[in-house]
């Protein structure tokens, strides 16, 4: 007896008994050389094929006995200028699975539609920054079932069509001019939560974008050519905006229920604007769904006049009180400093 048992503990004590795990472990160098695979403890073993020159390269590498498919995440991150990385197959990446991926830098253009088809029920976020795709299969979107993050800032793109994810909490898409997005694009995406479209070249909104998202907390419409938002631009079903970006813009005017949905803490910024003027009938409903100490709105490099027009604000402490304190009048003072019974005294028909 003792014989038989003697074996088995020492199996037990060096991680090799009964119910014990086996690591997976990266295949041979050789087989995925110029690719490299690590392990990263405790996450997964992760593949670097930064070193690939192009897509046959990155295939082969794909190609070697693994002894296991499943991977954390893949990484291509490449100098622009020197690599010839156009385009990602149905068949790239074999068997692998893999739970993130990030690709920067490459020449790619076009991702097929199944590319990363095996990876539909293990994918979590997708990065594909600072590339040159023209063409992504956003019809693949909503075959996987646990894609949260996709970023495509920084590409070709010209269309956001309709999507369709149950699951894809968010879309960054900085960066592709001049860009199109569809008056439907965000009505199967009930998950989303941030959506960016920065440095998109967006002249003008379609309303009722996001009348369906329950859950968007962050809309950046940042660094864009808007002139003016226009009533019912920017609705959602809920008070769940925490911020809302539209600074560096040439916005003159911001209509009556443009905005509604704001979170009482939240972030509003026009910065870098237009403005001048901020009349009660166009703005009070903004300021009325935002509450002190957290809520806030910054309305700094605008030519605010500070007239009569502002007295609805100056006399009501709490609206006062919102603005940040580098928001300031075009002759340099500061609106929350303004004095209620200058504006008491010189503005009596409007108050």
Known sequence: MESVMMPLLVGLVMGGGVGAVTKSSCPLP??????????????????DCSGVQDEIELARSFTA???????????????????RLHSLEKSTFGEATF????ITGTQIIAIDGYAFDKSKSTLTMLA???????????GSLQRYTRLMALHLAHNNLSLIPQLASPVLKLLDVTGNRPLVVEGEAFVKTPS???????????????RGLFTTSTKLSVLDFSDNNLKEVEDGVIVTPNASMTLLDFSNNKITMVRHDAIIGLASNAHLSLAKNEIMKLQQ???????????????????SENPLLCGCDIAWIVLNEEYRKLFTDTTKCINGEMVIYLDPLLYITMCRPFV
């Open 30 to 47: 050789a087989e995925i050389h110029p690719c490299l695979c690590f392990d990263d403890d405790p996450l997964g073993l992760v593949m």
């Open 65 to 83: 006995n693994f002894p296991t498919p499943d991977f954390y995440e893949l990484k291509i991150i490449h100098d622009p200028m020197n690599q």
């Open 99 to 102: 739970q993130r991926v990030n």
């Open 128 to 138: 594909l920054d600072g590339n040159r795709i023209a063409q992504f299969p956003f």
């Open 192 to 206: 989303l939560e941030q959506i960016i479209l920065s440095h998109t070249s967006q002249e003008k909104l379609e």
């Open 281 to 299: 009938l166009h703005w009070q409903h903004i300021f009325d769904q935002l509450r002190l100490p957290y809520g806030r709105i910054d309305l």
